[in-house]
């Protein structure tokens, strides 16, 4: 999991409630991502933001908010528009060096009720 | 669009064999490769990443190819254990270093049988 957190690890949510994901990072890395698993598929990219104050949507926005006020921190907002928010979310970093690897926190599973 | 595809989607092996997981990808067109493995409940985990100029890369038993002209890339597992049971996920990202997509293949779920 490296230096990257998210919190909760479960959430349980109500139809019609805005609930948001927690993704802190001090990894000091300039590009943040949100994606969501659902079983036995890929990971499939919401947010993105490669720097303070910039994102950009990614491939299943919809129903989802992103805000980018530190360099740590990217939380992700899930609102009441997405009709099936249900899936495990995933927060990662990516160094941005030659390696350019991808570094993932340890997820927070949703559940709307 | 690039699209990226593992095949199979699960694979059960007695311990000690060796093994190989495979990806294979649309766009030949690919900055980057980057294996993860995945834990039940839990986040991805970086194995190894290969660079597109680069051809293969190796970690203890684990070992990774590129071969960029047919988009193809397989993960090698040498004497396999209960341990390296998990799910297996690739990921391309590219063209080019500014291009922040990475797409993902839908995994091989491995089971090591002791």
């Known amino acids: 999991d490296g230096g990257i957190t998210q919190s909760p690890k479960y959430l349980f949510r109500k139809e019609g409630q805005n609930v948001t994901l927690s993704c802190e990072q001090n990894l000091n890395h300039d590009a943040m991502y949100w994606y969501r698993q659902d079983p036995g598929q890929g990971l499939r990219l919401i947010y993105y933001s490669q720097i303070v104050n910039d994102f950009q949507k990614g491939d299943i926005a919809e129903g989802y908010s992103v805000s980018r006020e530190k360099k740590e921190s990217f939380p992700l907002t899930v609102t009441s528009a997405q009709k099936n928010p249900t899936a495990f979310y995933l927060c990662a970093t990516r160094d941005g060096s030659s390696t350019d690897t991808q570094y993932f926190g340890p997820g927070t599973r949703l559940t709307v009720l | 669009k690039q699209e990226v595809t593992q095949i199979p989607a699960a694979l059960s092996v007695p311990e000690g064999e060796n093994l190989v997981l495979n990806c294979s990808f649309t766009d030949s067109a690919i900055y980057n490769l980057q294996w993860f493995r995945q834990d039940p409940g839990k986040g991805l985990t970086s194995l190894l990443l290969?660079?597109?100029?680069?051809r293969e890369q190796t970690s203890g038993r684990l070992n990774a190819s590129l071969d960029k002209s047919s988009g193809r890339s397989t993960l090698y597992i040498a004497a396999s254990q209960p341990g390296d049971s998990a799910t297996y996920l690739c990921?391309?990202?590219?063209?080019?270093?500014?291009?922040?997509?990475?797409?993902f293949g839908s995994g091989t779920r491995l089971s090591i049988r002791p």
């Open positions: 290969i660079q597109s100029s680069q």
């Open positions: 990921a391309v990202k590219g063209p080019d270093s500014s291009a922040s997509k990475i797409i």
